[in-house]
């Protein structure tokens, strides 16, 4: 079983709580300016159970989803219903060509990047948000991303970071998890990137499908900061105009750095400049001479 075959208990684990919920708005308020949330195209790329995706369907925005799971897929319209919405089976390093831009915002903060399988990928995914990516001014769109910055000689303690239940599941039955970092592991990654051990176990009683014990583990990609800004700078360019804590519901601000840990990350997508602008620079650099 995983967890991300099975949406009833992951959006009974992790549908985001009232505080993250106003953190996340606030930052989209302040960032993508929005007043009218029924005028946003929203699009998460790997949008699970539709999790956040519901979130601002819910205020009136026009969401699309992503995701490469079927039963996620299956799940997230089901909760979507009737609402402005489209979710699509496909792979975040290539959205399906019947997802078309532009998208004033993308949301992606429980570190899915982390899931990719190295940097082609995580390249490849960020080129895609960037095309994908316009405001309505018509300047760069945002993407709200959570990932792991980590540097070579940092360790991570090892233990409980989550803990969530016994909750009632959707669909009947009762379940626990308890989620704890095994700390970063040499996986030998060819790209010599370090991986987070993430595990879960899960308790489970009369939850279709699932239990009465459950252990999953999985490795979650990091990143140096050198490397994500090389990412950000080839595959945009994209500028960090926020970061913040993502291990704290209130999203406190976080320095960005070597070594920041997990973090919630607010890109721009800037865009080249237009003809008529490089016209305008050269214009006035003519002038000058
Ligand atoms: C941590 S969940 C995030 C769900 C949702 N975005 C949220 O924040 O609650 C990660 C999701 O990424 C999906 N996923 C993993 N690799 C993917 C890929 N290459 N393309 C699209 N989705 C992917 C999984 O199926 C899973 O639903």
């Not at 026009?62 to 496909?90: F, N, Q, S, Y």
Request: with cysteine; glycine share 10%; hydrophobic share 40%.
């Amino acid at each position: 079983m995983s967890l991300y075959a099975n949406p009833s208990l992951y959006r009974a684990f992790f549908a985001p709580s009232v505080e993250l919920r106003t953190s996340i708005d606030a930052l989209v308020r302040k960032h993508v300016g929005a007043k009218d949330v029924t005028k946003l195209r929203v699009i998460d790329p790997a949008c699970g159970p539709a999790t956040w995706i519901e979130h601002f369907a819910d205020r009136g925005a026009k969401v699309v989803g992503i995701d490469i799971e079927p039963k996620a897929v299956k799940a997230a319209r089901l909760h979507l219903g009737d609402r402005p919405a489209t979710v699509v089976e496909g792979d975040m390093r290539q959205p399906p060509a019947s997802v078309k831009g532009p998208f004033a915002l993308a949301i992606n903060p429980d570190n899915s990047v982390g899931h990719l399988g190295g940097l082609v990928d995580v390249a490849a995914h960020l080129a895609a948000m960037h095309r994908l990516l316009r405001s309505p001014k018509g300047d760069g769109g945002h993407y709200v991303v959570g990932l792991a910055v980590r540097e070579p000689g940092d360790e991570l303690d090892v233990g409980t970071v989550y803990e969530r239940g016994p909750v009632e599941v959707g669909g009947g039955g009762l379940a626990a998890l308890r989620t704890e970092t095994l700390g970063l592991v040499d996986v030998q990654h060819p790209d010599g990137l370090r991986c987070e051990r993430i595990r879960h176990t899960i308790l489970a009683v009369g939850v279709e499908g699932v239990g009465p014990i459950v252990l999953e583990q999985y490795d979650l990609l990091t990143f140096p900061f050198a490397t994500l800004r090389s990412l950000l700078a080839e595959n945009g360019p994209w500028t960090v105009v926020d970061c913040r804590d993502a291990t704290d519901e209130a999203l406190p601000r976080k320095r960005l750095g070597p070594g920041a840990g997990d973090v919630l990350l607010t890109l721009r997508a800037d865009k080249a400049a237009t003809s008529s602008a490089r016209r305008l620079r050269l214009g006035r650099a003519t002038k000058k001479r």
